[in-house]
């Protein structure tokens, strides 16, 4: 089993994202616990790098993205392997959220170790806005904070 850690340490301190997968064949189990969100929907996406060396997180580069696939949602076939969709913060700005996934792994050539977890300004819409940025970002506005995911 492997498990990883995700822990925001700027505008977001005291949040964190954990991703636990018990072998290579088995799907992630994705669990996340972030504070200080305007209430609303928030973009969050895996990114490939985990450079934080700027506060604005633009170092952490694009969505991870090893396939080579447009902009989607969590459940599209077709979408970025780091398009998790959004995350829901509700009247006391936080959010809660559990899923399993098959899009990333913690295992060999494709491992999300090292690599970022960024939460976004605005609402992600799944590649289907119509926005020039739609099928790239989903249009999910600026980088709010970012984590290097590294080992639990």
């Not at 636990?20 to 609303?40: F, H, M, R």
């Not at 599209?76 to 792994?105: L, M, V």
Request: glycine share 12%; charged share 25%.
């Amino acid at each position: 089993m492997v498990k990883l850690i995700a822990v925001f340490q700027n505008k977001l301190k005291n949040s964190y994202i954990t991703f636990t997968q018990e072998d290579a064949k088995s799907e992630v189990i994705v669990n996340g616990n972030i504070k200080q969100l305007k209430k609303g929907k928030h973009g969050f996406h895996i990114h490939e790098k985990g450079n934080l060396t700027k506060s604005d997180c633009s170092k952490c580069e694009g969505h991870w993205n090893p396939k080579k696939k447009q902009h989607g949602g969590r459940d599209d076939k077709n979408s970025h392997a780091g398009d998790f969709g959004n995350i829901t913060a509700n009247e006391q700005n936080e959010s809660k959220f559990h899923f399993t996934t098959n899009k990333i792994t913690l295992f060999g050539k494709y491992s999300i170790v090292g690599r970022s977890v960024i939460i976004h300004e605005d609402e992600d819409d799944l590649g289907l806005g119509g926005h020039s940025d739609s099928l790239t970002t989903g249009h999910s506005g600026g980088r709010i904070d970012c984590a290097v995911i590294g080992y639990y």
